[in-house]
T-cell receptor
Framework: EAGVVQSPRYKIIEKKQPVAFWCNPISGHNTLYWYRQNLGQGPELLIRYENEEAVDDSQLPKDRFSAERLKGVDSTLKIQPAELGDSAVYLC????????????FGNGTRLTVT | AQKVTQAQTEISVVEKEDVTLDCVYETRDTTYYLFWYKQPPSGELVFLIRRNSFDEQNEISGRYSWNFQKSTSSFNFTITASQVVDSAVYFCALSEIQARTYKYIFGTGTRLKVLA
């Protein structure tokens, strides 16, 4: 079984530039999550999808962050414009069922905003 | 409110020592799930165990064991005879139903360093 795939692995951009992250979940996993992990902290949820529907985006800074999950498979997370405080690791995860299922994480994208 | 506390920021042990990682949670729900994840230096979080709120049986898997106590809202993780490969950040997580949806939150993690 292939795992969750994320790209790019690393990204360095200047502030005010746009950036996008891509995630391909495990086949058959309907639930997809985007988390942000700051240094020394646990992952914090940005958005959760059930198939194509964003069912929890309460923590997503909607003024600059957007996400989509077309066809209920791959997902893209975008930041425009990026700020210095956006430097973090962005993690994508998927799970088979809602709530009680373990999360399967990708390797993450380490974003550095200069 | 839903909350997961991992009070130990960092623990260092010498190889072959036993070590326990603490996790205390808060929830108003009677149905919830607890998890432990391992994040090695490579960065990818790896699932270790899941427990539901109705199953207080302790579990052992090789050198790993978990102690779930609802009376103290704790779900502690013990590594017996630690090895250098156990060095990682370990996260405890809680999933509960809120307003017909669910929330899945993580603690701040405990960094374990196992010294040779």
């Amino acid at each position: 079984e292939a795992g969750v795939v994320q790209s790019p692995r690393y990204k360095i951009i200047e502030k005010k530039q746009p950036v996008a992250f891509w995630c391909n979940p495990i086949s058959g996993h309907n639930t997809l999550y985007w988390y942000r992990q700051n240094l020394g902290q646990g992952p914090e949820l940005l958005i959760r999808y059930e198939n194509e529907e964003a069912v929890d985006d309460s923590q997503l800074p909607k003024d600059r962050f957007s996400a989509e999950r077309l066809k209920g498979v791959d997902s893209t997370l975008k930041i425009q414009p990026a700020e210095l405080g956006d430097s973090a690791v962005y993690l994508c995860a998927s799970s088979l069922y809602r709530g009680n299922s373990p999360l399967h994480f990708g390797n993450g994208t380490r974003l550095t905003v200069t | 409110a839903q909350k997961v506390t991992q009070a130990q920021t960092e623990i260092s042990v010498v190889e072959k020592e036993d070590v326990t990682l603490d996790c205390v949670y808060e929830t108003r729900d009677t149905t919830y799930y607890l998890f432990w994840y391992k994040q090695p230096p490579s960065g990818e979080l790896v699932f270790l165990i899941r427990r539901n709120s109705f199953d207080e049986q302790n579990e052992i898997s090789g050198r790993y064991s978990w102690n779930f106590q609802k009376s103290t809202s704790s779900f502690n993780f013990t590594i017996t005879a630690s090895q250098v490969v156990d060095s990682a950040v370990y996260f405890c997580a809680l999933s509960e139903i809120q307003a017909r949806t669910y929330k899945y939150i993580f603690g701040t993690g405990t960094r374990l360093k196992v010294l040779a």
